[in-house]
């Protein structure tokens, strides 16, 4: 799998965490499944907006993207889902965008114009088939004189006097474009064909059109599925850092908490828009920590859904809310061993605070286990009384185990 991480300039916002935290629940799930999943999700250290960004700031481009990139890195971690197995950067894959491009323009697929090189859309006819967009669209992208045909995009651009990164290539010094990018670090790191290519539904064009014009032109069979999440929206506007209307992760990690935030991207389906409030999160801040109390549920009793259930929700194209109403029914009826192995799916789990009952009030409570053992209800229920007053409920699992809760306060 190939997910499009972020552009590194500032610190991501909650809307660029929905394609990390879906590219993660999907790997998790494939190989409980069953399947072998290897996951890229790159990160686009080259782009315009980073050199806009750094001379804002008056600092080096390289310096911002190496900052922003570990930002990314730390608040990406802070969500508790373990790391992709592959995470490149487009500063170390461009001997290989060389490559690719020159292969592009040796089968007159591309061409250079005053020390750019643009791909020739007019040579690809399968060019808008995963989009469908139309032709005025492809004319709105990236204006410019230098190309033949205004649908044209370009792969390499050459340095200009602002930019203070460059590298050297056959059409002079300059640097890549964004979509040669990702072509080059997938078929690296996947090889020239992949099962799923995933990104946010804004990706979809020009990105992930002009990906499969230049992997599929170079002779490549690219992607065989494609995944494209909804947006975020704030106040029923599309969430972008251009836009302004940012709510960073780390904003969100700090108010609110991962495991709030996890709940509030299982409410949606992934392919849905998601609002983003402060109502909404509160809401999923209730749910998460329903979850984690539900240890303090008396007994349990029969549930309708089964592990199968469960499955059958995320095999139809993970279906996350359906998913999650089965676990809030496993919660209510205190299916505890289904509801800890629902939620450690998509990174979250009973007893999440870490409160660990000490080695002395385990040692009462299997002495109350033994008790129990042979009878001796009176000497149980003595047990039972004093890990109470200690602040801790015992309770009996199946199979012959006991759980150790720590009481509210
Ligand atoms: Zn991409």
Redesign the pocket.
């Known amino acids: 799998m190939y997910f499009?991480g972020p552009t590194v300039y500032q610190r991501i916002h909650i809307g660029n965490a929905r394609p990390f935290i879906l590219s993660m629940w999907l790997r998790r799930w494939l190989k409980l499944s069953g399947y072998q999943a290897r996951l890229v999700v790159?990160v686009?250290d080259i782009n315009d907006r980073i050199y806009d960004a750094a001379r804002a700031q008056g600092i080096g481009s390289a310096e911002l993207a190496r900052r922003a990139t570990q930002w990314y890195w730390e608040d990406t971690r802070a969500l508790g889902l373990g790391r992709p197995d592959v995470e490149p950067l487009a500063t170390e894959t461009v001997p290989e965008i060389v490559t690719l491009i020159g292969g592009l323009k040796a089968k007159g697929l591309a061409y250079e114009s005053g020390g750019d090189v643009y791909f020739r859309v007019a040579r690809f006819p399968e060019y808008g088939r995963l989009s469908g967009a139309r032709l005025e669209d492809m004319v709105a992208q990236e204006p410019g004189g230098r190309k033949e045909d205004a649908r044209d995009f370009a792969l390499w651009k050459a340095n200009k006097p602002h930019e203070d990164t460059w590298w050297p290539s056959p059409w002079g010094r300059g640097r890549p474009g964004w979509?040669i990018?990702?072509s080059a670090m997938a078929e690296k790191h996947l090889g020239p064909g992949f099962d799923i290519h995933g990104?946010g539904l804004d990706?979809r064009f020009p990105?992930?059109e002009n990906?499969i014009a230049q992997s599929r032109g170079a002779g490549q069979q690219f992607a065989r599925l494609w995944i494209h999440n909804g947006l975020l929206e704030l106040r029923a506007e599309k969430m972008s850092k251009s836009v302004g209307n940012v709510v960073s992760l780390r904003t969100a990690l700090t108010s609110w908490g991962r495991e709030a935030i996890l709940v509030f991207f299982l409410n949606a389906h992934y392919r849905s828009p998601i609002e983003f409030s402060d109502s909404a999160m509160e809401v999923a801040r209730v749910q998460a920590a329903d979850f984690r109390a539900a240890t303090r549920v008396a007994e349990a009793r029969p549930s309708a859904f089964t592990w199968d259930s469960f499955r059958a929700a995320l095999d139809d194209d993970f279906d996350t809310p359906r998913a999650l109403a089965i676990l809030h029914d496993w919660r209510a009826s205190g299916q505890l061993e289904l509801l800890g192995r629902g939620l450690d799916v998509f990174g979250l789990g009973l007893d999440i605070d870490g409160v660990e009952a000490p080695p002395d009030l385990h040692q009462l409570a299997e002495a109350r286990q033994a008790a129990r053992q042979r009878r001796d209800f009176g000497e149980a229920d003595r047990l039972r009384n004093e890990l109470d007053r200690l602040g801790w409920e015992v309770q009996d699992v199946a199979g012959g185990g006991f759980r150790l809760i720590r009481k509210a306060r």
């Open positions: 499009c790159n686009t979509h990018e990702c990104g990706l990105h992930h990906e």
